[in-house]
Structures are given as structure tokens and as C-alpha cells.
């Protein structure tokens, strides 16, 4: 799974460089995520720009994502295509996840609560 890294500030933003999330790629979607995140203490945004479809296989990998962190590390979600937002709606889990709608507004967000 093509995932890249980069901090800005306290964030770490981890961008998915692939169209799809699902069966095939959730466990390698969740070792990426793993290993990008293991020498890190920051918070995460997963930036899902590229991102156009997701089923339940890849929710469950970005919720195992979410808990493998843990709650000192939360993890927020941006970029979400229409698709892929709409499976989170269905879902609800939207009210599990602070949504962004680019990496961007995250790191806005993030600053002006550090100030």
C-alpha cells in the first residue's frame, strides 16, 4: 500500500496514494499504517484525497488504525471524495471521526487550538 508520511507541526499527515481501500488491501493498509506511525507521537490526519472507493474491509482497517494508535493519538480523517464520504455517513462514523475536508483545514485547526 502506497502511503506517504510527512509532519507538519504536531500533525502527521499520512496521504494514501492508492484509488481503493478494501478486501484486498486492508491488511496491508493496516501494517503501512503501522509502521509510518511507530516512531511518532503525534496526531494523525489520513489524508483519503485519492481515495474513490472504500468498503467495509477498509473501514475496518482505518478503525484499527484509530484504536491501534490510541486515544493520545487521535486520528482524523480529510479529503474524503463523495463516495467515500457517503460510507462514512451511512455508516456513522462520522461522529467516531473528526473530519476535514482537506489536510489543510487539519492543520489550521490544529494551530489555532495550540495557540
Do not use: C, W, Y
Not at 496514494?17 to 503525534?42: C, G, Y
Not at 490526519?45 to 493519538?73: P, T, W, Y
Amino acid at each position: 500500500m502506497n502511503i506517504t508520511s510527512e509532519t507538519s507541526g504536531d500533525l502527521q499527515i499520512l496521504k494514501v496514494e492508492e484509488t481503493r481501500i478494501d478486501a484486498i488491501a486492508a491488511i496491508q493498509f493496516k501494517d503501512t499504517v503501522r509502521k509510518l506511525t511507530a516512531d511518532q507521537d503525534n496526531a494523525v490526519v489520513l489524508d483519503l484525497s485519492n481515495v474513490e472507493f472504500i468498503d467495509s474491509s477498509g473501514l475496518g482497517a482505518i478503525v484499527a488504525a484509530m484504536k491501534l494508535l490510541g486515544r493520545d493519538r487521535p486520528l482524523h480523517l480529510a479529503g474524503l471524495t463523495p463516495i467515500v464520504a457517503k460510507v462514512f455517513t451511512l455508516t456513522r462514523m462520522e461522529r467516531v471521526f473528526k473530519i476535514f475536508k482537506s489536510p489543510l483545514d487539519a492543520l489550521k485547526m490544529n494551530e489555532a487550538k495550540s495557540a
